[in-house]
């Protein structure tokens, strides 16, 4: 499924214009969706509550810092900019900060004079980089180490598979239909559990008898297996048994024989040569069962090895 992550992309407006196109270009590079605040007018109460819900609807927050403070909240006496930052970290929001060198800084007032510089809230900002700056962050030093350092941050983003995203509707699964697919594995399975019983009944009333050819199979791959386990699934496509990192089956096998297969497997476990745990259809060799494989299978040397 190709799951695109929402980037809210944070920022001082006038003069960062050019860096916050770069931060977009870069996140749609990775195939994934920016969220950018140039579509929003930060300025009142109203449009922070905007604001907050597109950060909550969003995966990952990114803040670009520059050389300006931003715009001021008359009520906190902070910069818009810093209150969206303060609550994606309130929120606990996915977050990552680049923030420009001094070298990058120089050259923007430079090019821009006092439009890159701030002027009124010179300490407001550089206690707003203190904490930025104390949190996961970057430097950059000019446009393409900005993209470069956007790049590799949604790349371990994407990773973490805890973060939702977005998906095409023709790419999530149909659920109704998957539910009527486990209601029939369900119900072949309980059937199979069922029959398992009455062999079970048979068994524990006659006299032992030798060991199935799949039970011989069984007890083979097990003994060499590093902790004696072999685990039976059953899926859309079939049953099959694992043991020693092999399919101990070639194929799937159909539903039907999942039945001989089972029984192979209670039949070791009734006879003391493995435990189970039915929950996860694994069987373990227990001591016994490491002393009969020995003693069987010295008995018939030239079975041939599980196919894989």
């Known amino acids: 499924m190709n799951r695109k992550l929402q980037v809210f992309v944070s920022s001082t407006y006038t003069d960062l214009k050019r860096e916050r196109q770069a931060a977009v270009e870069a996140i749609l590079k990775a195939g994934h969706i920016p969220a950018g605040m140039e579509l929003f007018a930060a300025g009142s109460d109203e449009q922070m509550k905007v604001i907050r819900r597109w950060i909550d609807n969003s995966d990952v927050y990114l803040l670009i810092l520059g050389g300006r403070y931003g715009s001021i909240d ?28 001094k070298e990058y800084f120089d050259q923007k007032v430079g090019e821009m004079r006092t439009a890159a510089v701030e002027m009124d809230n010179s300490a407001a900002l550089q206690e707003f980089r203190r904490l930025v700056t104390s949190k996961m962050c970057a430097s950059f030093d000019n446009l393409a180490s900005l993209q470069l350092a956007v790049f590799q941050s949604m790349s371990d983003f994407n990773n973490d598979t805890k973060l939702v995203g977005w998906v095409r509707g023709d790419e999530v699964v149909n659920a109704k239909q998957t539910l009527e697919q486990m209601t029939v594995l369900q119900i072949e399975r309980d059937a199979i559990r069922k029959e398992l019983e009455e062999l079970k009944k048979v068994s524990t009333s006659s006299p032992l008898k030798p060991l199935s050819e799949e039970a011989m199979k069984l007890l083979r791959a097990m003994s060499r297996d590093a902790r004696g386990v072999a685990h039976l699934s059953l899926t859309s496509g079939g049953f099959s048994v694992e043991s020693n990192g092999k399919r101990i089956t070639p194929h799937p096998v159909p539903h039907r024989a999942e039945v001989r297969w089972r029984a192979a497997a209670q039949d070791l476990v009734d006879r003391g040569y493995a435990n189970s745990d039915e929950e996860r259809d694994l069987f373990q060799l227990n001591h016994v069962g490491y002393e009969a494989a020995e003693r069987l299978l010295n008995q018939n040397p030239a079975s041939p090895p599980p196919s894989s």
Do not use: R, W
């Open 74 to 101: 008359p009520h906190t006496k902070k910069s818009y900019t810093q209150l969206e930052y303060e609550y994606a970290l309130e929120t606990e929001k996915p977050l990552f900060a680049l923030y420009m060198t």
